[in-house]
């Protein structure tokens, strides 16, 4: 009897490491590499040939553009997802960071029109693969449970796993704990079949190998007219002022994402949707002049320079989201003004939209509330709804700062 149980033991070790060495034969997706099945494969990379920016401010298509102005700012390291499938089941396969350019000491690029990116060079093995490519990964915060042999679709998960969402701010500063894109980001996608083959002259790869990166956010652009009212003027004087407000939204089942998945899709939080987003970012001078021909106002907007920057909201290419402007605050520096500038009605009727700007204009007004003055006295703002809607500023304007 003992050596039956015993020969039992030894036969469900025996299988319970042959299912192990199955599974990590095809987890370790890239074991051997030198091997003669290996291929190199080679995605080229671009941007969309036409990336309409649209809404408020009319963005045109990078591609016909006048000039060299910068279209954005990029970090030269990307991060680069490549999901392999077994069996009808997505695994990770592996992760890298290549670079956009030949020269990795390079931080980050100013995209222009001429701007050309070197080839993503990957070495795989035969199989069914995937590729998402995510540019300035430095904005979101990665999933750090996607690590090679992570499953990520199929075999019963009803979603695909998620790949960036937001960052929350943790230091010290008016944003702490609120949700932080402090540059655009781009992703792509690719997907082909590396084929074992031993002819030389044929093609072991079908499929797409060009990944065309588009933009997962909208912009938000606040600015600060420079405007002195009539009777107490108060004014946006030239100190540093920081912007609270809320987006709330406004139709029942049509939530904000929350990143993107691995799909390259946007992300949504199905456990607890996410209906608000609360945001801040710092606006400061100079003061910048309006580039629209039929006006020559003055506005202050967010710099380089700032400590809280950051203007962007993770959007779904495929949904718009109406929502509301809320709970609006503009609270200038420590030592500044010495007041807090409010909006106390919501902006309505609003639309969150992939590549566009959502631009608001406010202007000091004499009304104070005199029930509250401390810690500051409160001065309510005037939405300025006519020059919200107009371009003021050309699409690509915080990028090409004078």
């Known amino acids: 009897m003992i050596k039956n149980k015993i020969i039992k033991i030894l036969t469900g070790i025996s299988v319970l490491f042959s299912a192990c060495s199955e599974l990590d034969e095809n987890m370790n997706f890239n074991k051997d590499m030198e091997s003669k099945n290996a291929v190199e494969v080679n995605l080229s990379l671009s941007f969309a040939s036409e990336v309409h920016l649209d809404g408020n401010t009319n963005y045109q ?26 069996n009808n089941i997505w695994y990770v396969d592996t992760l890298a960071e ?3 350019t030949t020269d990795p000491s390079d931080p980050e690029l100013k995209i222009t029109s001429a701007t050309i ?8 093995r035969p199989g069914h693969y995937r590729i998402l490519a995510v540019l300035n990964p430095r904005s979101g915060e990665w999933n750090p449970q996607l690590v090679p042999g992570t499953k990520v679709k199929g075999d019963g998960i009803d979603t695909v796993a998620h790949a960036y969402m937001y960052r929350f701010q943790t230091g010290g500063y008016a944003n702490i704990g609120k949700r932080e894109v402090k540059y655009e980001i781009f992703s792509g996608t690719a997907e082909f079949t590396v084929s074992k083959t031993s002819n030389l002259h044929s093609n072991p790869i079908n ?17 600060l007219k420079d405007h002195i009212s009539p009777k107490d003027s108060f004014n946006f004087n030239p100190t540093q002022h920081t912007v609270h407000a809320t987006l709330k939204a406004t ?41 629209s021909s039929k006006t ?3 506005y202050k907007m967010i710099s380089s320079h700032v400590t809280i920057y950051s203007p962007f909201v993770f959007t779904d ?6 929502y509301q402007l809320e709970n609006i605050k503009i609270i200038g520096q420590s030592g500044g003004d010495g007041f807090v ?11 969150l939209k992939n590549d566009t700007i959502q631009q608001v204009v406010f202007q000091t007004t004499d009304i104070v509330d005199n029930h509250i003055v401390e810690p500051q006295r409160q001065v309510t703002l005037e939405h300025l709804k006519e020059e919200s809607s107009k371009e003021l500023f050309g699409p690509y304007y915080e990028c090409n700062l004078p």
């Not at 991060?79 to 392999?84: A, G, I, Q, R, T």
């Not at 990116?117 to 795989?124: I, P, R």
């Open 341 to 351: 500038y409010i909006y106390p009605e919501p902006i309505r009727n609003l639309q």
């Open 296 to 298: 020559k106002e003055r």
């Open 251 to 291: 139709k029942e089942g049509i939530p904000f994402c929350d990143g993107l998945d691995c799909w390259g899709d946007a992300y949504y939080n199905h456990i607890k949707p996410t209906t608000e987003l609360p945001i801040c970012t710092d606006l400061d001078t100079p003061w910048r002049t309006s580039t």
């Open 61 to 86: 298509p990078m591609s016909t553009r006048a000039g060299d102005s910068i279209k954005s700012i990029i970090a030269n390291k990307y991060k680069c997802l490549v999901l392999k499938e077994i």
């Open 317 to 322: 290419v495929n949904t718009q989201v109406p």
């Open 98 to 100: 290549p670079t956009l």
């Open 117 to 124: 990116f070197q080839d993503l060079k990957l070495t795989l």
């Open 207 to 223: 499929g797409n190998t060009h990944i065309i990166f588009t933009r997962k956010v909208m912009q938000i652009r606040f600015l």
